[in-house]
């Protein structure tokens, strides 16, 4: 895509420039290690001395420990993503806002954990990241809610309502988050899709070859969870359209080899760009450390794919993906340190390529 096309759509050039900026300052692996080895307090100092001072001066007398690392954290995430959006025009704004209800769905998802935990609301707010539509009176309503059925009563008449209602009563039978997790998945990326993959502009290419592959990999990521769940659930009822992956009967038949599944991703489009991480995806033991890879496998995805097109939406999506991958290794390491975990118990949870 050249400047003028570019021009046509948004303000690409200005708005990947101080994307880039921003990436730059986002805390590499190195930082991660180092901060494992801190201690809370020395965590909030090193986070003075970064890109989060001015967050961390400004909660510093009303918060500390882990609380007021989680509180800065939430701030700034919030800054960056309006700053997206301030920055940006056209085409190119409204790309980004769509894409930032992710964020809403996320924190549908944490008040949704958090009530089938018994969790405190002060823990589940902590997880909250606003930076979506939805403003912070709905969000506190949702945090009030007493119970999973009462949040999704809330969210009755948004985007989000009717699926939940009817995930919900699978939800009863099964006794399980997949159903409700899921469909506030697929309400989001059908609504993320919709209109977009007719418009034939490189831009709008580019558009939704990032946001095919985001679902491929939530398409894995929930096919394993429904697996190891054990609730008798098929695979293919939970697809979301729009990967180039597999398609839903593929993803019943592979769903529950890890190693033919790694294959099929091999031979896949991903193929190339995805070798190191699918060599850890084989080796992953559990679950969890097949999650964090399948996390590993989309932003080392989505960094090729802001280098084969520097000027497109693709480097600022990859950004909000790897500020996401920052805040939540962050948080991570804080939370290991204040409940005692060893480092290498630590390191494990983390996302690091």
């Excluded at 899709?193 to 985001?214: C, H």
Aim: hydrophobic share 40%.
């Amino acid at each position: 895509m050249n400047v003028e096309q570019a021009s046509e759509s948004g303000n690409y050039e200005y708005v990947t420039a101080r994307v880039r900026s921003r990436r730059s300052v986002l805390f590499d692996d190195d930082d991660y290690r180092k901060l494992i080895r801190m201690g809370t307090g020395e965590i909030a100092r090193f986070m003075e001395e970064s890109e989060y001072e001015t967050e961390m001066n400004a909660l510093g007398a009303r918060h500390s420990g882990v609380d007021l690392v989680e509180f800065a954290l939430n701030r700034n995430v919030a800054k960056h993503f309006d700053d997206l959006l301030r920055w940006s025009e056209g085409r190119l704004y409204d790309l980004i806002v769509r894409y930032l209800r992710k964020f809403d769905a996320w924190n549908v998802k944490t008040v949704i954990r958090g009530l089938y935990a018994d969790g405190e609301r002060e823990e589940i707010e902590a997880d909250l990241i606003r930076a979506g539509e939805f403003d912070d009176d709905f969000l506190d309503q949702l945090l009030s809610a007493g119970s999973i059925e009462e949040v999704v009563e809330l969210l009755d008449g948004t985007r989000f309502g009717d699926p939940l209602a009817e995930a919900y009563s699978v939800y009863e039978e099964e006794g399980v988050l997949v159903p409700l997790e899921n469909a506030l998945d697929r309400a989001f990326y059908e609504d993320l899709l919709t209109g977009v993959s007719a418009e034939s502009s490189r831009a709008m290419e580019l558009y939704v070859e990032f946001l095919s592959a985001e679902v491929d990999f939530r398409n894995l990521r929930n096919a394993f969870r429904l697996a190891r769940s054990g609730a008798d659930l098929d695979p293919s009822e939970y697809y979301i359209d729009g990967g180039r992956l597999f398609d839903a009967d593929e993803l019943r038949q592979l769903a529950r080899n890890t190693d033919q599944l790694v294959e099929h991703v091999r031979q896949s489009v991903y193929g190339d760009d995805l070798e190191a991480a699918l060599s850890e995806l084989e080796e992953a033991g559990s679950l969890i450390e097949f999650e964090r890879a399948l996390d590993a496998a989309l932003l080392e995805y989505s960094g090729t794919l802001s280098n084969r097109y520097p000027l497109s939406i693709c480097p600022v999506l990859a950004y909000v993906l790897a500020k996401e991958r920052e805040i939540d290794n962050i948080r991570a390491i804080a939370r290991g340190r204040e409940a005692g975990l060893s480092e290498d118990q630590i390191e494990n949870e983390l996302v690091i390529l």
